[in-house]
């Protein structure tokens, strides 16, 4: 059965840094991508970013372009998702996600299958 267990979440200030990371088990992570959602309340869960398998694609939302950085080390089953400059509006829940299907890296919700328990994240102004 496939697992993911999001960690990293805090409070931090304007323009602070944190670094979530989400641990994958249960099936051969190199062969799956992963993406980063997130849900601040009465909104929509909307997507934040991916990475392919191999980890040499990755993709953005235009909100944390040039902000948020997504990494991979396929060694230790783990993503991360390392966020600068955080504003107030990043404040949500995050989530990791994974697709049932290998060897494809989607961007919609619908297309990912296996999901964290979320972690959240707060920037006070």
């Known amino acids: 059965q496939v697992q993911l267990v999001e960690s990293g979440g805090g409070l931090v200030q304007n323009g602070g840094s944190l670094r979530l990371s989400c641990a994958a088990s249960g099936r051969t992570f190199s062969h799956y991508a992963v993406g980063w959602f997130r849900q601040a309340p009465g909104n929509h869960r909307e997507f934040v970013a991916a990475?392919?398998?191999?980890?040499?694609?990755?993709f953005y939302a235009d909100s944390v372009k040039g902000r948020f950085t997504f990494s991979r080390d396929n060694a230790k089953n783990t993503v991360y998702l390392q966020m600068n400059s955080l504003k107030p509006e990043d404040t949500a829940v995050y989530y990791c996600?994974?697709?049932?299907?290998?060897?494809?890296?989607?961007?919609?919700?619908?297309?990912?299958?296996?999901w964290g328990q979320g972690t959240q994240v707060t920037v006070s102004s």
């Open positions: 990475i392919s398998w191999s980890g040499g694609t990755t």
């Open positions: 996600a994974a697709p049932l299907r290998p060897y494809y890296t989607p961007r919609k919700t619908f297309e990912y299958d296996y």
